[in-house]
């Protein structure tokens, strides 16, 4: 397990082996062809106060784009760049081992941490798909667990990738993350066979790769454990 510091906080990489990738990555783009995918519309908010003085981003996912009579409008854009499927609608023996085996794995490091092996936990899991076509990315966070549950914070957010973007130049195709109290934005190589974790409230976006001549499929989810008092990222 190794840490490192980024953007004001911690991201967690360990080692994770993902089995039978190739039907993973048919699973997922079979059903990009065989289902007809509708974006969820875009979320926007008024914030009273000053355009030029109030923040790039604000939790959430939102972005400032431009002023009112009544204030500062931020929006999630399209709601966020590329393609995302709940983990749900999938029943292929590699894809449930898959987010099965990153969840026992994350609630491992969190017991071993805690000791809050009877506390309930719950996991809420998608694919992320970024084609090369993509042209918008913008930062956002998980705080809100899932829309079923939006008044529950998310515990742990956690990411690996399945196929990543090649051809990329400079910060092409990099995970970025956003320091929320600087606006400062730095990025990490991420690398396959690799699990990610971090705070859900670590601002991050997918950096786009236009260069590319594959899509980027990521598996993500969000881990819930209510009523924890302690996590991996607190000293």
Request: hydrophobic share 35%; with cysteine.
């Amino acid at each position: 397990m190794k840490v490192i510091k980024i953007a004001g906080s911690k991201v967690i990489e360990v080692p994770f082996k993902i089995k039978d990738k190739k039907n993973i990555i048919e699973a997922v783009e079979t059903s990009l062809s065989s289902l007809t995918y509708v974006k969820p519309k875009a979320r926007e908010l008024i914030v009273p106060g000053d355009f030029n003085e109030l923040p790039n981003t604000i939790q959430g996912g939102l972005y400032k784009i431009g002023k009112t009579p009544e204030g500062t409008l931020y929006s999630s854009g399209n709601a966020g760049p590329g393609i995302q499927i709940e983990a749900n609608i999938f029943f292929e023996n590699s894809i449930t081992s898959l987010f099965n085996n990153s969840y026992q794995l994350v609630v491992d490091l969190h017991n071993k941490n805690s000791g809050e092996y009877s506390l309930p936990k719950y996991q809420h899991s998608w694919f992320f798909i970024n084609r090369p076509t993509n042209r918008e990315a913008g930062f956002h966070d998980h705080i809100k667990f899932n829309s079923s549950f939006p008044h529950d914070v998310t515990t742990y957010t956690w990411t690996t990738y399945i196929q990543l973007p090649d051809k990329c130049k400079d910060d092409e195709g990099k995970l970025a993350f956003q320091n929320e109290r600087t606006n400062e934005i730095e990025t990490l190589e991420v690398k396959l066979n690799t699990l990610y974790i971090f705070p859900a409230s670590l601002l991050h976006r997918p950096n786009l790769s236009p260069n590319s001549s594959l899509s980027r499929i990521t598996a993500a989810a969000n881990i819930l454990i209510p009523g924890t008092k302690k996590s991996l990222f607190i000293d």
